[in-house]
T-cell receptor, first 113, second 111 residues
Framework: DAGVIQSPRHEVTEMGQEVTLRCKPI?????LFWYRQTMMRGLELLIY????????DSGMPEDRFSAKMPNASFSTLKIQPSEPRDSAVYFC???????????FGPGTRLLVL | EDQVTQSPEALRLQEGESSSLNCSYT??????LFWYRQDPGKGPEFLFT???AGEEKEKERLKATLTKKESFLHITAPKPEDSATYLC????????????FGGGTRLMVKP
């Protein structure tokens, strides 16, 4: 299996622009997680889905952030409008129901100027 | 609220110098405790899951142990390639597959 796939790997944008991050989970995994990692706050859970349904979005910082999972093999995290404080590495992870172990993608490094 | 605290924040070792990393946790019913390794510029890579106090797991130079309040990651005779950030996370019984992560320990092994 190719593992969790994320795109783009790097994104540089200007403040106010819309940013869309993409994730393809491991086939057969029922859970999908979006995280943000910064030096100051470490790894923070933003939102997670079970069977394509958002279960907990309490970690989403504000209304500028939204996430969707239209099918079992694709999810997006959108930031509109972006701000410099959104600069971070964003990870997607997936896990099967039974095991609980999460498998992470390579991340998207976002820089908002 | 589930909490995970890792210590030390950073650790420098000479090659061959064994040591331990600590992960203290509070959780409302532990389903599992997870250890991950993260290399610069990459996503966390799964190492171990521990489920109950007294359990131990080993992989090469790494051994993870678990008590009711903390977990240790023991590194025996480390090599420079063991340099990475090690992350600990807990999963509660009533939390689906959610993980709560600690801040990590950045390990540097010098040749």
């Amino acid at each position: 299996d190719a593992g969790v796939i994320q795109s783009p790997r790097h994104e540089v944008t200007e403040m106010g622009q819309e940013v869309t991050l993409r994730c393809k989970p491991i086939s057969g995994h029922d859970y999908l997680f979006w995280y943000r990692q910064t030096m100051m706050r470490g790894l923070e859970l933003l939102i997670y889905f079970n069977n394509n349904v958002p279960i907990d979005d309490s970690g989403m910082p504000e209304d500028r952030f939204s996430a969707k999972m239209p099918n079992a093999s694709f999810s997006t995290l959108k930031i509109q409008p972006s701000e410099p404080r959104d600069s971070a590495v964003y990870f997607c992870a997936s896990s099967p129901v039974a095991a609980g172990t999460q498998y992470f993608g390579p991340g998207t490094r976002l820089l908002v100027l | 609220e589930d909490q995970v605290t890792q210590s030390p924040e950073a650790l420098r070792l000479q090659e061959g110098e064994s040591s331990s990393l600590n992960c203290s946790y509070t959780v409302s019913g532990l389903r599992g405790l997870f250890w991950y390794r993260q290399d610069p510029g990459k996503g966390p890579e799964f190492l171990f899951t521990l489920y109950s106090a007294g359990e131990e797991k080993e992989k090469e130079r790494l051994k993870a142990t678990l008590t009711k309040k903390e977990s240790f990651l023991h590194i025996t005779a480390p090599k420079p390639e063991d340099s990475a950030t090690y992350l600990c996370a807990v999963q509660a019984n009533n939390a689906g597959n959610m993980l709560t992560f600690g801040g990590g320990t950045r390990l540097m092994v010098k040749p």
